[in-house]
Antibody, heavy 116, light 109 residues
């Protein structure tokens, strides 16, 4: 069965850090660009970041640029999102996804709550 | 990096057609043919229903169709069914980044 499974979410204080993982099973993650998207409670989807097949190209939304770092370990079929200097407005469910690739894989999401 | 503009809500009776617009700029929708659409039911994750403006992934009914003209993309749901009641989001490449639409709630009357 094809799956993307996010982990690493939780409660963190403002200014803190958290690392999300996105593990793939049932397919080869290295065949796809991988994106992170997020959805604040009761709000719409927002694009966060993406990484190419080999991890040599990355890009970020302005709102997270300089604070978040995306990376991947293709040998472990896993993509990561390192989040630093977290703010209350980063509170959201974070999804890893192939986004607009024809396969359309999405994870179930990981909740990140930034609060004191 | 402004969100693409979608109507807040649309509605239709079973069997009818509804169209959702997604308006961007010539920096995103107007330039790139990487417009995709996602369906999201309450409490669930998004599901890809259209990619590359008008292509359907395997398993998506042909009631869903996509198109683009200038800076505006559109999603049409023909033969509306009860299970189509959900939130819909467009998304476009903008070169170095992507941008989602504001989201549209579809109600089946």
């Amino acid at each position: 069965e094809v799956q993307l499974v996010e982990s690493g979410g939780g409660l963190v204080q403002p200014g803190g850090s958290l690392r999300l993982s996105c593990a793939a099973s049932g397919f080869t993650l290295s065949n796809y660009w991988i994106h992170w998207a997020r959805q604040a409670p009761g709000k719409g989807l927002a694009w966060v970041s993406r990484i190419n097949y080999g991890g040599t190209y990355v890009s970020y939304a302005d709102s997270v640029n300089g604070r978040f770092t995306i990376s991947r370990d293709n040998a472990k079929n896993t993509v990561f999102l390192q989040m630093s200097n977290l703010r209350a407005e980063d509170t959201a469910v974070y999804y890893c996804t192939t986004l607009d690739s024809f396969v359309g894989y999405w994870g179930q999401g990981a909740l990140v709550t930034v609060s004191s | 990096q402004s969100a693409l503009t979608q109507p807040r809500s649309v509605s239709g009776s079973p069997g009818q057609s509804v169209t959702i617009s997604c308006t961007g700029t010539n920096s995103d929708v107007g330039t790139y043919n990487y417009v995709s659409w996602y369906q999201q039911h309450p409490g669930k994750g998004p599901k890809l229903i259209i990619y590359d403006v008008s292509k359907r992934p395997s398993g998506v009914p042909d009631r869903f169709s996509g198109s683009k003209s200038g800076n505006t993309a559109s999603l049409t749901i023909s033969g509306l069914q009860a299970e189509d009641e959900a939130d819909y989001y467009c998304c476009s490449s903008a070169g170095n980044f992507y941008v989602f639409g504001t989201g549209t709630n579809v109600t089946v009357l």
